[in-house]
């Protein structure tokens, strides 16, 4: 595979930034992933920590060096993490479990595939046109859906961040998976959160990302390369923001790396 990746997250107004962000290869196949912290929960930035390395996770055991059926990894992952924030807001007694949407994408055999849960967002751009898009589940888009509201109403609504399927919470998420996408040379894959979205029109992301070409047909079988999102602040038990001290943020990524032990497999 040749591909470009450009990755970037900015906390914006927010105390903490949520978001999670992530991707991961072996020789042969291409992982992409990207979780927004729902803000109105706590443990929002939790809950995409999980959910995100998770993927990349389980991806690694299962990528040798291509994965059997994609979309239901996709698919099976998210239903994994979903499953995962439950038992870890169980584990330590929260009030309510930590929440995020999330998309992931692998490409494989120039073939893409997606799935996502909530409103992040995957483009899919040929030539500066827009070629497929994942539709949020959210109740704007319902709105928009039944000609209740026009597109351009969407980023200033005031039910923009109502969000009904979600990873976390007490109902199962609803899963949308996308059909094997045949990619071209030159064709560009955008994973986003509503923070990108929302503020720029699809036009101009597609020109706005450009970079170096990474090349995979060196690495051996067994081989990963991986770059994950580093940065964790959390919010304490009940859900109040505070720096924590650096024990309590060893403490924190070892319980996270516990429940995540749980559900890859």
């Not at 992982?31 to 939790?46: F, K, R, S, T």
């Not at 390369?225 to 959390?234: C, K, N, W």
Request: aromatic share 8%.
């Amino acid at each position: 595979m040749r591909f470009t990746i450009f990755q970037e997250s900015r906390k914006g107004q927010r105390k903490v930034n949520q978001d999670r962000l992530a991707y991961t290869y072996s020789r042969d196949t291409l992982l992409l992933v990207v979780a927004d912290g729902m803000g109105g929960h706590a443990g929002g930035e939790i809950a995409a920590q999980i959910a995100v390395r998770l993927f990349i996770e389980r991806f690694q055991q299962e990528a040798k060096p291509t994965l059997k059926n994609p979309l239901k990894f996709l698919q099976d992952s998210l239903i994994r993490a979903h499953q995962a924030l439950g038992s870890y807001a169980n584990q330590f007694s929260m009030l309510e479990t930590p929440r995020t949407t999330c998309v992931g994408c692998v490409v494989q055999s120039n073939y893409a595939y997606w799935a996502h849960v909530g409103d992040s967002r995957l483009y899919l751009f040929r030539q500066g046109g827009l070629i497929g898009q994942t539709k949020d589940h959210s109740k704007v888009q319902y709105l928009l859906d039944q000609g209740i509201i026009g597109a351009h109403e969407l980023p200033d609504h005031p039910d923009r961040n109502k969000i009904f399927s979600c990873l976390g919470g007490l109902v199962d998420p609803v899963i949308d998976l996308s059909r094997r996408t045949p990619l071209r040379n030159g064709d560009l894959i955008v994973l986003c959160t509503d923070g990108l979205w929302s503020v720029y029109p699809q036009e101009e992301i597609a020109r706005a990302l450009t970079g170096t070409t990474t090349i995979t047909e060196t690495m051996g079988l067994g081989e990963f390369q991986t770059e994950i999102d580093r940065t964790l602040t959390l919010t304490d038990r009940k859900g109040a923001q505070r720096d924590l001290t650096d024990d309590e943020i060893e403490r924190a990524i070892e319980e996270i790396q516990a429940t995540i032990k749980r559900y890859r497999k």
